[in-house]
């Protein structure tokens, strides 16, 4: 990212950010703000900023982490998960793993299935519950997975 990028080379470089922005002709809150991708700086600002640390600007702006900074560099620990969405993943695994069970249980022994269906005194059917109770558990921990909170 482009922010990485001016905190690399100006490190590289070892200009404080009040340096870098009087070589430029910036204040050292611009300089502060596209170091914190708060912003960014205009065209004539990148051309500035490739001449003093002597890049293109296409090797300025790429897509890519410029070499030797990292997120924790910054003090910015990677994302973790939410608890929901570990929570989400196990129902979805449960789901998955029940459906698969009951599967092979009506291939294998298919009057088992018969047994459950006759014990069922709901007007669904045994069978049909199990199916309804697996794929909730699944839709249940696929929303967990997904919900943006």
Known sequence: MLSEKIYALRRKNGLSQEQLAEKIGVSRQAISKWEGGLSTPELDKLKALSECF??????LTENQAAPGHTAEEKGSPAPLPKGES???????????VCLLLFGLLTVIHPTSVDQLNQSSVITLNGTGILIALF??????GMMMIFSKK
């Open 54 to 59: 002597q890049v293109t600007i296409d090797e």
């Open 86 to 96: 570990k929570a989400g993943i196990c129902l979805c695994i449960t789901g998955a």
């Open 135 to 140: 794929v909730l558990l699944l839709l249940l």
